[in-house]
Structures are given as C-alpha cells and as structure tokens.
C-alpha cells in the first residue's frame, strides 16, 4: 500500500508540472468539443492528437492523450441531449432519456446529471484501475467465446427496459437490428450476404450513421411529418439550478451500480463503453424505484448510462497497460501511441516508465475534476442553443447529422445510411417502438455471431452453460427476461383474489 | 419454408387493406411498417438459405436464417394483435405529409448532387432548400447557410484535416 501511495506521488509530480497540467487542460477542452461532434468519437479525437505529440515529452502526451479520451466520452451526452443526435456511440442510451428531459423543459436536469454522472463514474472507474489493474486483467483474461457470446446475450435482455410494455415490439425492433448487423461479407468465410452489388455494405452496415440516423434525423422528420405532435411536447426552457450533490445523495446505489458495471466491462477487450452503457441502463431500471419512469425523462435512467460509459475508460485502461491488450477502438490507438513513444505495454511498463504508468492513473482521475468545471461551465452554452428556435435549429442539426455520418469513414454512402435510418426511425417511433431496440440490435449482432460460432468450433452447446463465466450470464440473462413477468403475475395477484 | 412464409404475407396484406376500407387510420402506420419489416423477414429468408451450407457451426447463412423467421413470426403476431385492435393506443395526431415528402426528397436530390457538385454547392442549396420548408426568412436563411458553410471549413477541414466530398463536375 505504501508502495502505491508512493508510485502514486510520483505520478502526481509528472502531472503537477506547468506543462502537464496544460496538457489536461488542453486535452479535456479537445475532448469535450470531439465527442460533442456526431460523427467522431474517442478513437478518433486520440488518433487526430497522437501526430502532434511525436516531439513531445512521453509523459505530457499521455497526459493529453488520457484527458481527451475521458472528456470525449462525456462530451458525447451533451448533443444527445441538446438536440438528441448522439455524439458518440456509448451516449446513445443517454439520449433516450436525455432528450425526453430537455422536451419537457428541463436540459439543465439532464445536463446537469450526465455531468456528475460522467464525473462520478470517470473517478470510480479510476479508483478501480489504480487499486486493482493487474489482478483483474488476469481474470478479464478468462473470457473466451461463450463468456463473450452469453454477455451479449445478456445484453440483449436490456430490451425489457426500453420496451416493458410491449414485448414483441421490443423483440421485433432487437432481431431488426440483429438481422441488419448481418449485412455484413461473414467473417469466417467471406461469403457475401445481403448486400447485393453494393461494395460499400460489405464491411456492414456503418454504425454511427445508422445511430444518427435512428435518433437524430428520425426526430427531424417527425418535426416535419407530425408538426402538431412537437409543438405539444415542446415546454418552456426553465432555469432551475441542477444541483449535483443532491443528486448523489438520491441515487447513490444508481452512481456506484452503473460505475462498476461500466469498470467491469470495460475491462473485457473488445466490449467497451457503448455495451456497458446499455447493460448499465437496463440494470437500472431493474433495480430503480421509479422504473416507470425510464424512457420518460429520468434522471436515473441518464445517471445510468453516463456512469457506465465513463467509468468504462478507467476498465479498458487494465488490460492495456498491465497486459498491453487495448480493450476498444481508443485504446488500440493508444497502444501505437505507446509504441510511437518507444514503450511497450505490459507488466514491464510498470517498473521501467512507473512516471508514465502512474501519470496517467493520476492524470485520469484529475481529468475527471475538469470536466466538472468546464461541463459545468459549458452547460450555460449548450442551454443559450437549445432556445434557438426549431426553424433556426432543425436545419442546421440536419446538415450536421449528414455531416456526422460522412466524416465517421469519410464515405459518402454513409450519408445514405442515415437518411434511410432517419426515415425508418421516423416511422417506428411514430408506431410506437423504440429505435434504441433496434441500436441494441445492431451493436450486438456481430459480437453474438462471431462468438457463438466461435464457441461451436471449439465444441458444442454445452460450452455455455458448463463454463462458469458464461452459465453465470446465462443465469442472469434468464432471470433478467423471468423477472419482470413474475413482477407482473405478482402485481396482478390481488386483483385475481378480488 | 421460403414458400409458407410467401403465401403468409396474405396476412399482414390483409390487415393493411381492413384497416383502410374499415378507416381505421389510427393503426394504419403501424400495419404497413409491419407488413414492410415482414416482407424485409422473407427477402433476408430468402437470401439466407440461398447462402453456401458448410455444417452447423460455420455456415454463414444458420444466424440470419433464424432470425428471419423470427421477424417474420413477430411481425405478423402483432399484425393480428393489430388489427384485432389489441395494441397499445397511439396518438393520432394529423399529419402534414407534404413538407415531410419535401423534406425526403430534398435530402435524395442533395446525396445524388454531392457526388457529382461536391459538398459545398450541394450544402448551399440543401441549406436554403430546408430553411425556407422551415418557414425562416431569406436573409436570416442565407447567413445562416454562410456560417454553415465557413464553419465547416474551418472545424473539419482546417482544424480535423477531414476533406469534404468534392464533385465530378467541379474537380
């Protein structure tokens, strides 16, 4: 323990230097504006940064790079609530509830609470990773294709929480988004499926378009389709002051749930911040005492998501520094950043670079104080936008989802990809589904597939319950979809007795 | 299979046809996108079982097969529940298709123009095109699309290194 307060000290004082502090500072404001921007996400503000530092000190550019990382996904929260276009993938959940918030007249809620969430869940997250890095990423290490299989899997069970009333629109919108994650060359074989003539579907379909187009470009058009429906959701921007302590004292089982979810998976390669968000929110409404409120404009439902996918940072950091495994997109690019430096990952880095390892543990949890402020700051910005007027508005939130959608690969088609997905959330929200069924379709579709083959070359069906990881999330997967009918039954008890 | 699932589509047909002659509008909406995600059900069916079979754990068409059927079975349950008017309640607020099919159509014309115009001049259009359907005045519309466009520029392209589309007629 002595040790670690000492390697921590040591990282405090590669931090507590004019440029590293600079460098957080810098970083966190980059990473707010980058996330903020639908279209690009942590992976790439990082990869945007990582040519600017090659004459830099190793310590201040992982300082950058860590600040920018963490900022980028709050940053994400503030679009998708604002004007409900997601900025990055993981906050696409916090849209949902987000969004609902700020048509009801309260941004400031919404804002308010993605801001302490993001902090809380960015500190835990950290904690975690500063305790216990290296024995955890042994156990992460364990995973193999039925654990990944059987979490996805449970992944889908957060269907319940995005559509309780209605069960087979839920799983009509899930196995949508499944079968459209499936237009994709198969990746064990190359095959060509369901894309015809057009190359460009090939590599599948595009995720971030598609996610803009489901949430974002769906509302425009709704505006459009259904001019009555928006003017009467439409309520009066208010300014009652958010006040984060309070909101910490309601919820704190919601903060230190969510924040440990997000850890947790953060910490298995290849899951990452939007799985846990998702998981996060569905657990949430499970465990709340105002479930009927999810979906609605809750407060709990936007802490959620927001813990979850900023603690996920601290995770994925695990496996890569203690075993040099980047868990996401983003830390994949930090890996080549690492060895752009002359470092490599792994138990190594530890005892030769124990300045860089523990400066950017310190760094992480600093960054965290300065989202506050800045978000804090910022927040006024992004409420002086929401009271423009919907004619000055829409247009210019139009053009910036196409603008999204092509930026995330460059690609023209991806424009497509959103406006076909705008029309089709368009008409599923107005038939009464939820298109965050359809997302959730979408993002675990690919992982369901490839492990669940994967699990079949290895053996047979009874991988997944034989092997304690997966029987595990088979339990909680059964007991997640049981639950709510036994809650259901339960409820309706009385009145059958009557 | 493909075949059953074919002659089934009567069902959803069905459905979408009742409730127009009955003018039962208020589910309307909710039919014809079921009849559409079935009829998706049957051409993903469709395409799935025409995929190479190389046994039961590697064949790339199992996954998408299943789901189909899924889809096709989920859909015309709730076609059913549908139209025996056991589904949730919508609000039947009136729409107003005309600016909507502007809107589409405007958003196809400025993606086919892209390609060929490049980002910027199909942007300005686009832009103008949109904000007078959004009922806002020329002036106001024009500096908006001005700072639009410089924004871009500056934030994309000076300051991401993102370059925009550029067209065939204009390159």
Request: proline content about 5%; hydrophobic content about 50%.
């Amino acid at each position: 323990m002595m040790e670690l307060i000492s390697q921590l000290l040591t990282g405090l004082t590669t931090v507590m230097t004019v440029s590293g502090i600079s460098m957080l500072i810098i970083g966190v404001l980059i990473g707010i504006i980058i996330g903020a921007l639908p279209g690009m996400n942590p992976a790439m503000g990082v990869a945007l940064i990582v040519p600017l530092t090659y004459g830099m000190d190793p310590s201040a550019a992982f300082i950058l790079f860590v600040a920018t990382y963490q900022a980028a996904n709050y940053g994400g929260s503030i679009t998708a609530i604002a004007i409900n276009t997601p900025g990055t993938p993981s906050s696409a959940v916090t849209a949902i509830d987000g969004f609902a918030l700020t048509k009801k007249g309260h941004p400031e809620k919404a804002l308010g609470a993605a801001l302490i969430a993001s902090t809380v869940g960015g500190l835990i997250g950290g904690i975690i990773l500063v305790l216990f890095a290296i024995p955890i990423a042994q156990v992460a290490l364990a995973f193999g294709p039925a654990e990944y299989c059987m979490l996805a899997v449970f992944g889908l069970s957060t269907v319940v929480a995005f559509q309780p009333e209605n069960w087979k629109k839920g799983c009509i919108g899930i196995v949508l988004g499944l079968l459209l994650s499936m237009v994709i060359a198969d990746p064990f074989t190359g095959d060509i499926r369901f894309s015809g003539e057009i190359y460009e579907l090939y590599d599948g379909i595009s995720f971030i378009p598609a996610l803009i187009g489901l949430f974002a470009f769906a509302e425009i058009l709704t505006y459009f389709l259904f001019p009555e429906s928006e003017s009467d959701s439409k309520s009066e921007v208010t300014a009652t002051p958010f006040l984060p302590f309070k909101s910490i004292k309601t919820f704190p089982a919601a903060f230190l749930r969510s924040s440990l979810i997000g850890t947790l998976i953060g910490i298995i390669p290849g899951a990452g911040a939007t799985i846990a968000s998702f998981i996060s929110y569905g657990q949430g409404k499970r465990f709340s005492k105002e479930a009927e409120l999810f979906g609605k404009g809750s407060e709990e439902g936007i802490i959620a998501s927001e813990a979850a996918n900023s603690s996920s940072v601290g995770g994925a950091l695990i496996p890569l520094l203690s075993l040099g495994i980047p868990g996401s997109a983003t830390d994949a690019v930090l890996l080549g950043a690492l060895t752009l430096h002359g470092l490599v990952a792994g138990p190594e880095l530890f005892v030769k670079n124990p300045e860089i390892v523990y400066g950017i543990f310190v760094s992480l949890l600093l960054a965290n104080f300065l989202i506050f402020f800045f978000g804090w700051t910022g927040n006024r910005i992004w409420l002086a936008v929401i009271k423009i007027p919907s004619s000055r508005l829409v247009p210019i939130i139009l053009v910036l989802c196409l603008l999204g959608s092509y930026a995330s690969r460059g690609s023209s088609f991806d424009m497509w990809i959103c406006f076909l997905f705008g029309i089709l959330g368009c008409f599923l929200k107005r038939a009464g589904y939820q298109p965050a069924t359809v997302v959730l379709g979408l993002v675990l579709g690919g992982m369901i597939e490839v492990n669940y083959r994967r699990t079949l070359l290895m053996g047979d069906y009874s991988l997944f319950y034989t092997r304690p990881v997966s029987a595990l999330f088979l339990g909680l997967t059964i007991l997640s979809f049981v639950m709510p009918v036994i809650r259901t039954f339960k409820k309706s008890k009385p009145n059958t007795s009557e | 299979m493909i075949q059953i699932f074919a002659l089934l589509s009567v069902i959803p047909f069905y459905t979408c046809i009742q409730s127009v002659v009955g003018k039962k509008t208020h589910n309307l909406l909710e039919l014809i996108l079921l009849l559409s995600l079935y009829l998706a059900g049957v051409w993903f069916l469709y395409h799935g079982l025409a995929l190479p079979d190389y046994g039961e754990s590697t064949s790339p068409g199992t996954l998408p097969v299943i789901l189909a059927t899924l889809l096709c079975l989920l859909t015309l349950m709730q076609s059913l529940a549908v139209s025996r008017g056991q589904a949730d309640n919508l609000s039947s607020n009136r729409t107003t298709p005309i600016p909507f099919i502007m809107l589409t159509g405007a958003t196809a014309v400025y993606l086919l123009l892209v390609p060929l115009t490049g980002y910027y001049p199909a942007t300005t259009g686009y832009l103008l095109t949109v904000l007078f359907l959004a009922r806002e005045r020329l002036m106001l519309s024009v500096f908006i699309t001005v700072f639009w466009l410089i924004a871009v520029f500056l934030l994309f392209e000076r300051a991401l290194g993102i370059s925009m589309p550029e067209g065939l007629w204009t390159s």
